[in-house]
C-alpha cells in the first residue's frame, strides 16, 4: 500500500463524499444539468490558475533538481487542463476573458487557498498531501466513469470532460503525482507524522466535495 491508498483509507469517509459525490453521479449517468456543470467549469478554470501557483510554490519548497522537475511538469499540465476548459466555455460563448473575469467563489477561494497556505506554512510534503485529492482523484473519477473505455461513452453529453480525465495522458500525469508523493512520503514522512498529513489530505477531499455542491447549488 503506497501513502496515497494509506490517506485514502485514512480519511475514508472524506474521500467517499468527495469521490461518490451527486455531481459526480449525476455526471456519469449523463443526468446533471447544464446549469450546474457550467457554473462549476468556470469556476474550475479560475480554480485551475491557482493550482498553477501551487507548483511553481512546489518548485520554490523544491531542493532537488528532480523535485523541481516534477513541479514543472504538474504546471505545465496544469496549463494543458486549461485549454479544455476554454474549449467547452467557448460553446456557451465564454472567451478565456470573460472566465478570467469571473469572481471566484467563495467555496473557490476556500480550497484554493487552502492548498497554498500548506505549501506556505508547510513543507514540499504538506503540499503535495493537499493536491493529491485533485490531481490524483480525478484520474479515479475519470475511470470510474469510462468503465468500458472512451469509445463506449459514445454521444454522452459530458463525453469531453470524462475523456479527458480518463484518457492516457492525464493518467500518466496522476500517476506520476502519485509515485512523486510516494517518494516525497519515503524521504520526510515519520509515523508521528502521518496523522498530520491525512488530516490535511482529508480536509482537501471535503473541499473538494464542496466544490462538486457549489456547482449543483448554482443550477
Do not use: N
Amino acid at each position: 500500500m503506497d501513502v496515497f491508498d494509506r490517506l485514502k483509507a485514512e480519511a475514508a469517509d472524506d474521500w467517499q463524499s468527495y469521490v461518490s459525490h451527486a455531481f459526480v453521479r449525476r455526471m456519469g449517468d449523463g443526468t446533471l444539468s447544464q446549469g450546474a456543470f457550467r457554473a462549476y467549469l468556470v469556476q474550475d478554470y479560475l480554480f485551475l490558475i491557482q493550482f498553477a501557483r501551487a507548483y511553481a510554490l512546489a518548485a520554490y519548497k523544491s531542493r532537488t533538481v528532480a523535485d523541481i522537475t516534477a513541479a514543472q511538469a504538474g504546471l505545465a499540465a496544469i496549463l494543458e487542463e486549461t485549454a479544455l476548459h476554454v474549449r467547452l466555455c467557448g460553446r456557451w460563448g465564454l472567451s478565456p476573458a470573460d472566465l478570467e473575469a469571473t469572481a471566484e467563489h467563495s467555496t473557490t477561494v476556500a480550497y484554493t487557498r487552502f492548498v497554498l497556505d500548506c505549501g506556505a506554512a508547510g513543507d514540499l510534503l504538506d503540499l503535495h498531501a493537499a493536491l493529491a485529492p485533485c490531481v490524483i482523484g480525478y484520474a479515479e473519477i475519470g475511470l470510474a466513469l469510462a468503465p468500458d473505455g472512451v469509445a463506449a461513452l459514445a454521444d454522452h453529453p459530458y463525453r469531453d470532460w470524462i475523456a479527458e480525465y480518463a484518457g492516457d495522458t492525464y493518467q500518466g500525469v496522476a500517476a506520476a503525482a502519485r509515485a512523486h508523493l510516494d517518494d516525497l512520503a519515503a524521504r520526510t514522512m515519520t509515523e508521528r507524522r502521518f496523522p498530520d498529513l491525512a488530516r490535511i489530505f482529508g480536509a482537501a477531499s471535503r473541499l473538494e466535495a464542496d466544490f462538486w455542491q457549489m456547482g449543483l447549488d448554482a443550477a
